[in-house]
């Protein structure tokens, strides 16, 4: 008898349907799930699982994929080198190498010289 594997066993919702309901807070099949990994886990997967794109990898996985929508940017310039990126909430991320790869670990948060809102409101 052959084992249903898990992503095939959610087949109540799509996950549009599944991420959609879930922000209406309506009653979803199964807790919706996404996906985030540094490139050398997914260049892993992708050649394990035998696809060639993430859109392909993401079903084989069993997770939903909530892919970011927002309107575009249209504050001050953002840093993004290769060594140091800063997102528009301020959070500066630095690069860091390890055997596997590269990743950016969080190095400033915006708001860590701030012990209370009345500093925040009085800078």
């Given at each position: 008898m052959p084992v249903a594997r898990h992503w095939e066993s959610h087949v109540d919702m799509t996950p549009r349907e599944r991420v959609l309901a879930a922000f209406d807070r309506r009653p979803v099949d199964c807790i919706p799930t996404d996906y985030w990994a540094v490139p050398e886990v997914t260049d892993r997967l992708l050649a394990h699982f035998g696809v060639e794109n993430t859109i392909d990898l993401w079903p084989?996985?069993?997770?939903?994929?909530?892919?970011?929508?927002?309107?575009?940017?249209?504050?001050?310039?953002?840093?993004?080198?290769?060594?140091?990126?800063v997102d528009y909430w301020g959070v500066e991320r630095r690069r860091h190498e390890h055997p596997g790869g590269v990743y950016y670990e969080i190095s400033r948060w915006p708001l860590a010289e701030y012990a209370s809102i009345d500093e925040i409101e009085a800078s």
């Open positions: 084989r996985l069993g997770v939903d994929k909530i892919i970011n929508i927002k309107p575009k940017y249209v504050g001050p310039p953002l840093v993004d080198t290769d060594e140091v990126r």
